[in-house]
Structures are given as C-alpha cells and as structure tokens.
C-alpha cells in the first residue's frame, strides 16, 4: 500500500505550510501566512480565508471529510506550479530511487497514478470459428493475445497461440475495461428464473427452418403485406414502410429459426409468456460473466437480428404478431458504448467492467475507423461482407443489400447499409483440409504461378447461403491438365468476382459517394485476392497492419466509455496501414474469366 508522508526534514518550522493551489485556500497543517506575504517569500498576494478562493473567483466549497492533503514545498526547492501539490514518495523507498530534481505534482485533490493504474483494455471477438482475445494499450498495440477453436458445443481445446493477460506479465487489475464482439444472428432462449438453457445455441448457419422459410415467402399473408405497406410508402414517402413493402425471410435471420423453435421446442413453448428469455450472444455472455444480474444487448446486436426495428429503435411488434412470438422475451436495447456492468470477481480474480458490446462486422467499422458518411468496409473472414457507412440516413434497398445500426454512443447513431457474400475463409479452409495446399500463405504464389485458371470455375455453395440455402460447391470446366494450381486459383478468383458484383450493386443503390476502402480479415492477407479486387473496383484498398479488426473495434469502444481513450480523433491516429492495393490491371482484361464464371453459376448444382 502505498501511505503519504510529508517531507520535512529540512523545512523550516516558520515556513508557511500551505497549498500552493491559489484556489482552494484550504491552510495545511502549518500556520496561515500573514496577510500580503506570499506563500513562500514570494510576491504578495491577497490573504485568503479558508474555504475561499481569491477574490473574484467563484466559492469553490470543500467537505471537510474530502479535504485533499496539502503538502508543503521543500524549502530550497522551486515552489510547485499554481494548482498542484507535491507528491509524497511511497514509504521505505530510499531517496536514490527518484530522480534528481523537483519532485512531480500532482493537481489539488487528484489521485496518484501509480501501478494499479488501468494501463490496458481487453477486446475479445467471438466469431463462428474462433474465440479471439486481444490486450491493446494506449497506443492500441497488442500486448497479449490468445485464440480458441470453436465447435457446436462450444469451447474445445487449449489456446492455439500467444498469450491472455497473465501470460503476457499483466494483471487484470491493469484493465480499464473489457470490448466483447460477437458474430450477429446464433442465438440461445433460457428459463428467466433458473437461467437454463432450453436448448443449443442455434447457429446462422442452422438450416432447420429452411422448409419455414420457403412457406412465408411463398404464402398469401406475405403477399398481403408487401402491399399494404407499398401503399403506405406511397401515400407518406416515409422510408421506414419500403422495408416492409419487399420483405422476405432467409434462413439467416433469427427470426425465422426463432419461429421454429416456438413450433418445435416444448419447453420454450410453455415458457413462452413469463419465463423465457431470448438472446443473441452478446447477450449470454452478459447474463454468464456477471452471475445473471445483467440482461441487455446493444443496437447494433439488436438490429441484425431481423427483428429489431432501425427506425424506431424498439424491437418490431408487426413482425413479432405476424410470427407468434411475444415481444417481451427481448431484452433491453443499450448503447454499444456503455457500461453494462463487471465481470464477476470469481472469474478473472478481480471485477472487470464491461464497458462495450458490439456486432462483429459494425465493431470491425469501428475498429477500421470508418466514422464518416461514404466510408467502407470490407472483411473477408469465414464470410464477406461490404459495409458503408450512411451516416444519420438509413437506405432500405431490395435485393443484396439491407439497413443496419452501426453503432450508437450518447446520442450519436451511425447506420450502416451491408451486403454479404458466402465462402470466403470456408473455401480456402475447405481447400486445405483437401490437401491442396499445406499452407494458407502458399496461395497467393500458386494462383500468381498460372497465367488463369485455364477455364475452370468454382462454384462457392460450402457455407449457408442467405440467398439460396440449397446450393451446392462445385468445380465447373476441370480438365485432364488441371492442377492445383489452376483450382486455387479459381477458389481466389471466386472471392474476388464476387466482390465485384456486390461492389457494383452498392455503387447503384448506395447514393452516397464512396471514400476510402479499407479490408481486413484473414483473407486479406491473400494478395492475389486483394489486388484483383483492387483491379476489378477501380479502387484502391488499404490493409491495416493489424486485421484483427473485430477486437480492436471492442476495444475502441470499451476505451472510449472507460475514459481510456479521449475521442475518435484519438482513435484514428493510432491507425496503422500496411499496404495500399492501387488498380494495375483494367477490369476489361479479367471479362472472359468473369464471364465464364457467371454461366457457370446459373448451371451451379443443388442438394
């Protein structure tokens, strides 16, 4: 512990004990200077009266129980700056371990600083194959980190790599605060009283509501639906009712697989009405780190969920009547930058506040500091997905693209507009567990190796598909001269025609004009793929040197709720850029390539 001394060895007895704050005019523990004289034989200055300041300064009022210890200047020494005290050195620590000179001040009635001060925050990114956790300082370097595998069940095996906090030297006394990001639509229901879980988490990739699926698009009610609220849109311009008027469901979205767990899952059905909770991840882990005393989600977690209304900000009560399921198993909505409460001491030895909870693809935004209108983001991880943000204006478009809550911080809400793309990660994982090459980082080399893909096309269908759930993977155009290197080059050649497609539908339906491109995620360490991408937008692209976006976005904003980091202006000079992709080719030259790969996908194969 360190205990505060005054150091009076030298000082004289009729040496003026007194603040050197000229404010707060609280006498230390020696007697008041005579009115006139400075505090230290200095120039003259009015007398002061306790608990008064100097005469024409506002009464500045001190309880005597929150009284700061007022230390005196050593004489000899130079006084101390108006407004600061000097600071005690901890005790039994000889002189020889401070330096030479004046001793530092600390202002009148502040804390020291010392080591348990919060140095470091915590980002953790829970992903659909990883669990990443990531310790980032002032200058949002990592100081430690540590990687789970994820599976069906949950966590399984020992970290892949690095080290948590204690490994790195750190204690979790150090933390000023914990970011939690999280992938958007896997969700869980529990018994409100016991907090046991009615079932598994039920992954965005769950397929069982496919057949639920298909009925509601395809039924009468819907039909009625898209045009009532056509008219309406109609008749009042009112951008919230365009939405509504082209709404269809995918196997995606919560709400559908929601649904069907109200149909097919007994106990949630007779718990329904007074003792069933509904949460997405972000949401579990809340209710589980802090003992069940917090049940929140954030904006940005509520409105991918495809049940949560962006333009009213409130969960959707038309949507939740028109699929039987009661609005109040929702938890509240909170500010994605906010404090939601501690850690429970029994985890982590000491309570660590949760001060951030964010989706993974609006807190990988945030992460690449893309604050303005026309700023976007592309992550190329299991998925991908195109983000752009529209500021104070949220675009309902039909078709690829749909309307998101960025983030929201006090009064600031940021939307989004995204559009996705499956089997990104999925196909270059699924190659290397086919042995088509023994390392990720040969892959850029092999598809540059080969002048194209001489003809052969691959068909993604690996990972659920929003759009078409059925769909198969496929390789199209193979002949007895294929080799590796002309399939790695197709997978590649895959990730980026399809970004091109997705990029042209944004430039269409997106009126906002488009500024700086950013990517991250692990395929963006591909350079074949970044830079063809590059030549197939026009555009160029920049690469962080850190593309762990996810987790640095939490930490951003668990920093900025803790007081870590001051401002945004802050956060984006601690950004850091690798590499910058500029176009070297004409998008002409890859139009056979994409063009065959287009004819290719209308013939693609089903399940």
């Not at 360190?2 to 020696?30: D, H, M, N, Y």
């Not at 005790?91 to 080591?115: E, V």
């Not at 000491?350 to 993974?360: E, F, H, L, N, Y």
């Not at 202006?569 to 002409?588: G, T, W, Y």
Request: hydrophobic share 40%.
């Amino acid at each position: 512990m360190w205990q505060i001394f005054v150091e009076t060895a030298q000082t004289k007895r009729e040496a003026p004990l007194w603040c050197s704050c000229c404010v707060c005019g609280i006498p230390g523990p020696g007697p008041a200077p005579p009115a006139g004289e400075g505090a230290a034989g200095g120039a003259a200055r009015p007398a002061l009266l306790p608990g008064r300041g100097l005469p024409g300064r506002p009464r500045r009022r001190h309880l005597p129980a929150r009284r700061p210890r007022c230390l005196p200047a050593p004489v000899g020494r130079t006084a101390p700056a108006p407004g600061r005290l000097w600071r005690a050195r901890p005790l039994g620590r000889p002189h020889s371990a401070f330096r030479a000179g004046p001793r530092r001040a600390m202002p009148c009635g502040q804390p020291d600083s010392g080591a348990a001060a919060a140095r470091y925050v915590l980002g953790v990114d829970v992903g659909s194959t990883v669990v990443k956790c990531h310790v980032y300082d002032r200058s949002a370097a990592v100081r430690g980190f540590s990687h789970r595998k994820v599976s069906a069940g949950g966590l399984r095996g020992a970290p892949r790599s690095g080290a948590g906090p204690s490994a790195a030297g750190l204690h979790m006394r150090q933390i000023a605060g914990l970011g939690i990001s999280t992938q958007r639509g896997t969700f869980i229901t529990w018994h409100k009283r016991t907090g046991k879980p009615f079932h598994n988490f039920i992954s965005w990739q769950d397929l069982r509501s496919a057949e639920l699926v298909n009925s509601w698009n395809n039924s009468l009610l819907l039909k009625v639906v898209h045009v009532i609220f056509t008219v309406l849109h109609f008749l009042t311009g009112n951008d919230r009712f365009l939405a509504p008027s082209f709404l269809t469901f995918s196997t995606h979205q919560a709400s559908m697989k929601l649904s069907w767990v109200f149909k097919n899952i007994h106990e949630v059905k007779a718990a329904r009405k007074n003792n069933c909770c509904f949460g997405t991840v972000d949401t579990w882990l809340l209710y589980r780190l802090t003992k069940g005393s917090v049940y929140a989600t954030d904006y940005s977690n509520a409105s991918s969920t495809g049940i949560f209304e962006p333009f009213t900000k409130c969960w959707n009560p038309t949507l939740c009547n028109l699929l039987s399921i009661p609005v109040s198993i929702y938890p509240p909505v909170r500010d994605t930058s906010f404090n939601f409460g501690s850690t429970d001491s029994e985890i982590f030895g000491v309570p660590i506040p949760i001060m951030a909870v964010v989706a993974d693809q609006q807190s990988a935004m945030f992460g690449e500091c893309c604050f303005h209108p026309g700023d976007v983001k592309l992550t190329m991880g299991t998925g991908g997905f195109w983000n752009v943000n529209t500021g104070e204006h949220l675009f309902a478009a039909r078709g690829s693209l749909y309307p998101l809550i960025g983030w929201k911080i006090g009064e600031e809400v940021v939307y989004l507009t995204e559009g996705s793309i499956s089997d990104v990660g999925t196909a270059i994982k699924w190659a290397l567990d086919i042995e088509l090459f023994t390392n990720v980082d040969e892959t850029a080399e092999m598809a540059q190796s080969t002048a194209d893909s001489q003809g052969v096309c691959f068909i993604p269908g690996l990972q659920v598909s929003g759009d078409d759930p059925y769909l198969c993977a496929s390789f199209m155009g193979l002949k007895p001269s294929t080799n590796r290197n002309h399939l790695v080059r197709a997978i590649l050649e895959s990730i980026a025609f399809r970004n091109k497609l997705l990029y042209d539908i944004i430039v269409r339906k997106v009126h906002i004009p488009l500024r700086t491109i950013r990517a991250d995620g692990g395929v963006s360490n591909n350079s074949f793929v970044m830079q063809m991408t590059s030549d197939l937008i026009n555009k160029k692209i920049e690469k962080p040197a850190n593309t762990e976006m996810s987790s640095l976005g939490a930490a951003f904003l668990a920093g900025l709720a803790s007081g870590f980091w001051t401002d945004k202006k802050q956060l984006k000079k601690l950004r850091q850029v690798e590499a910058v992709f500029e176009p070297q080719k004409d998008s002409e030259e890859y139009r056979p390539a994409m063009d065959a790969w287009l004819q290719a996908m209308k013939h693609s194969p089903h399940r």
